[in-house]
């Protein structure tokens, strides 16, 4: 089945630094979406990308979509407290539709002031 | 508008206890799901429905149940609880294909097996 893989599984940064993390699917993704959950809370959803190579920015998040559409990146610039959490994504697999959306295991954020 | 409502938010179980959690969507969304958290992973998918009358199968489903006989409620049946479905609980909806595919996720349920 598909597998959506993500790392680093951990970051642990000083506030003002930058933030990066992966995701790689195993197979070719219909979308891509992203995921926060802040400690003690629930996902919520930060943003989709559909189109091959896609670059999309909300404020100081950068998200990114592979060519091959079966990777991504999210790129928080000059970290907040507020940033911390847990970030996830997630993707429809191209072959077997939107039943069913595939989580990574997510990457724990830390900001220390 | 409320959302995703999932109860109890949380629950102590002795092991061999059966219970069912709760969950309603009120955004009319025909994709509903089940996925249970632990530490280090992630979010794993129990049962989902993409309509009332469908479910089928995650990744994880050997000790839960589902139904779903209208399109706002979606229940997640213990058979018979175990320590090792001690996790936190999440339900999802989503719209269809072709539809807002964003998943709403409810607040959750702490789960403990004892």
């Known amino acids: 089945g598909q597998q959506v893989m993500q790392i680093p599984q951990y970051q642990h940064v000083q506030e003002g630094e930058d933030f990066t993390t992966y995701c790689n699917s195993s197979?070719?993704?219909?979308?891509i979406q992203w995921y926060k959950q802040r400690p003690g809370g629930h996902p919520v959803f930060l943003i989709q990308l559909v189109k091959s190579g896609e670059v999309k920015k909300q404020k100081r998040l950068t998200f990114q979509f592979g060519e091959a559409k079966k990777n991504s990146s999210l790129h928080i610039t000059a970290t907040q407290t507020t940033d911390v959490g847990t970030y996830f994504c997630?993707?429809?697999?191209?072959?077997?539709?939107?039943?069913?959306?595939?989580f990574g295991k997510g990457t724990m954020l830390l900001v220390s002031p | 508008n409320a959302g995703v409502t999932q109860t109890p938010k949380f629950q102590v179980l002795k092991t061999g206890q059966s219970m069912t959690l709760q969950c309603a969507q009120d955004?009319?969304?025909?994709?509903m799901s089940w996925y249970r958290q632990d530490p280090g992973m992630g979010l794993r998918l129990i049962h989902y429905?993409?309509?009332?009358?469908?479910?089928d199968q995650g990744e994880v489903p050997n000790g839960y149940n589902v139904s779903r006989s209208t399109t706002e409620d979606f229940p997640l049946r213990l058979l018979s609880a175990a320590p090792s479905q001690t996790s936190v609980y999440f339900c999802?909806?989503?719209?269809?294909?072709?539809?807002?595919?964003?998943?709403?996720f409810g607040q959750g349920t702490r789960l403990t097996v004892v």
């Open positions: 999802a909806s989503r719209g269809g294909w072709g539809k807002d595919t964003e998943a709403f």
């Open positions: 197979t070719t993704l219909s979308n």
């Open positions: 997630a993707g429809h697999d191209f072959h077997s539709g939107y039943s069913t959306l595939t």
């Open positions: 955004m009319n969304h025909e994709y």
């Open positions: 429905s993409v309509g009332a009358g469908i479910t």
